[in-house]
């Protein structure tokens, strides 16, 4: 059986405004619904711009940090949700929230949507560990970059792509940029210090790509060709 888990970046659900990205959606769950090449897929959406708006709010509120996840959390599922309704009767029809859930979920021949499981663990970070609790032969980060960058390809115009990169060389690039930001809610970054000690446990390989270039995700999924982006392996 092959199987796959594809991360969706909230960032691609929203426009740059806040606003729904009908277009990607619509566009993704067409391309999705084409392949038939993997028996299993599980699809894990993250919060985005949408999350950080709530939490921004909690925050000014003084609310903690654990209940700000909590809020990430729910966003993430009604993201979840939103690609769920889309793909109708290919899928699971309900958001598994934990991995008694997901164990549930896997007893049915449909496509299992997902969003964040608990607090302090980005999405990223939950789709590396289903990845890895079900032996994955793919795992797949779409994102609104196309890979990762030696430094913040958002603020520094001569960021470098990165395209293949070891867990070691990632450790480095995450440390240099991180900062007491990272692991508070909603600021977690395309890949992160728990996402990386799970894989290098699970010895897996993962792919970060764009997800702006649907096209190419279509040849891909479709016609079974390469994606390009950064491959992060041991």
């Not at 594809?6 to 691609?12: A, M, R």
């Not at 599922?77 to 009767?89: A, T, V």
Request: with cysteine; hydrophobic share 40%.
């Amino acid at each position: 059986m092959k199987k796959i888990v594809i991360k969706v970046g909230g960032s691609l659900l929203l426009t740059k405004d806040n606003e729904l990205n009908s277009e990607f959606i619509s566009k993704f769950c067409q391309i999705i619904k084409e392949g038939n090449k993997y028996e299993r897929i599980i699809i894990v959406c993250g919060g985005g711009s949408f999350a950080r708006e709530y939490i921004g709010f909690l925050r000014k509120e003084k609310v903690n940090e654990a209940f700000c996840d909590l809020m990430g959390i729910d966003i993430s599922r009604i993201n979840s949700k939103l690609i769920m309704y889309c793909l109708k009767d290919k899928v699971y029809p309900k958001i598994p929230k934990n991995f008694e859930d997901l164990s549930l979920a896997l007893q049915f021949e449909k496509i299992i949507i997902m969003g964040g499981i608990q607090p302090g663990q980005s999405t990223t970070s939950v789709a590396v560990e289903i990845a890895e609790y079900i032996d994955a032969n793919n795992l797949i980060i779409l994102t609104d970059v196309p890979g990762i960058y030696d430094k913040d390809p958002h603020t520094y115009s001569d960021a470098k792509l990165i395209k293949k990169v070891t867990y070691d060389e990632l450790y480095e690039i995450l440390t240099k940029s991180s900062n007491s930001k990272q692991s508070a809610a909603g600021e977690y970054r395309i890949f992160d210090m728990v996402s990386l000690q799970i894989l290098r446990r699970s010895k897996m390989e993962v792919l970060i790509t764009s997800g702006y270039k649907l096209d190419e995700f279509r040849k891909f999924w479709v016609d079974d060709k390469s994606l390009n982006g950064t491959i992060i392996s041991p």
